[in-house]
């Protein structure tokens, strides 16, 4: 739980990720056409993909995994803005010296960080979705939430 506290702690005094919950905005900003209200996904090309914000994602997320020997025991990080998905590590099926890409779901799965980003778990009308956003899951998926400037919410998972 440490180590994900520290990440929690990075992610809010950086300031790097303060405005990503404003450029994505409130639902139904961005809002991508659905096919179902189980599939609820936000654009989020340019705010999320950005090389600069993942670099900076990594550099906080990497030193944290590899200093608390984690590296083959956390696969992956995630940062949900709003509870939109936006920045994993590993970034788009990119392998870095401590994430192997392909440790986390491939193609069309929908975990794969391709898939999952801009998937707006706050609006999305499904069980998985609705379990992540309660809490209730804290028991089978390890997950931090926080509150931050302007009542922004982050949650890693």
Same mark, same amino acid.
């Given at each position: 739980? +440490? @180590?994900?506290? *520290?990440?929690?702690?990075?992610?809010?005094?950086?300031?790097?990720?303060? /405005?990503?919950? =404003?450029? #994505?905005?409130?639902?139904?900003?961005?809002? +991508? @056409?659905?096919? *179902?209200?189980?599939?609820?996904?936000?654009?989020?090309?340019?705010?999320? /993909?950005?090389? =600069?914000? #993942?670099?900076?994602?990594?550099?906080?997320?990497? @030193?944290?995994? *590899?200093?608390?020997?984690?590296?083959?025991?956390?696969?992956?990080?995630?940062?949900?803005?709003?509870?939109?998905?936006?920045?994993?590590?590993?970034?788009?099926?990119?392998? *870095?010296?401590?994430?192997?890409?392909?440790?986390?779901?491939?193609?069309?799965?929908?975990?794969?960080?391709?898939?999952?980003?801009?998937?707006?778990?706050?609006?999305?009308?499904?069980?998985?979705?609705?379990?992540?956003?309660?809490?209730?899951?804290?028991?089978?998926?390890?997950?931090?939430?926080?509150?931050?400037?302007?009542?922004?919410?982050?949650?890693?998972?």
């Amino acid at each position: 739980m +440490l @180590p994900l506290y *520290s990440i929690q702690q990075g992610i809010i005094h950086s300031g790097y990720f303060d /405005d990503l919950a =404003d450029q #994505i905005g409130p639902y139904p900003n961005l809002l +991508l @056409p659905q096919d *179902s209200s189980e599939d609820v996904r936000r654009n989020v090309t340019g705010i999320c /993909d950005s090389r =600069d914000m #993942i670099n900076k994602w990594r550099d906080i997320v990497i @030193p944290v995994n *590899s200093e608390n020997d984690l590296d083959g025991v956390v696969v992956g990080y995630r940062l949900f803005p709003n509870n939109v998905a936006c920045l994993t590590e590993p970034y788009a099926q990119e392998s *870095s010296p401590h994430f192997n890409a392909f440790d986390m779901p491939q193609g069309d799965d929908p975990l794969s960080s391709d898939v999952a980003s801009g998937y707006d778990h706050g609006q999305a009308d499904n069980m998985m979705s609705k379990m992540i956003t309660k809490g209730e899951l804290v028991g089978l998926l390890l997950m931090l939430f926080s509150s931050i400037e302007k009542n922004n919410s982050y949650m890693l998972s």
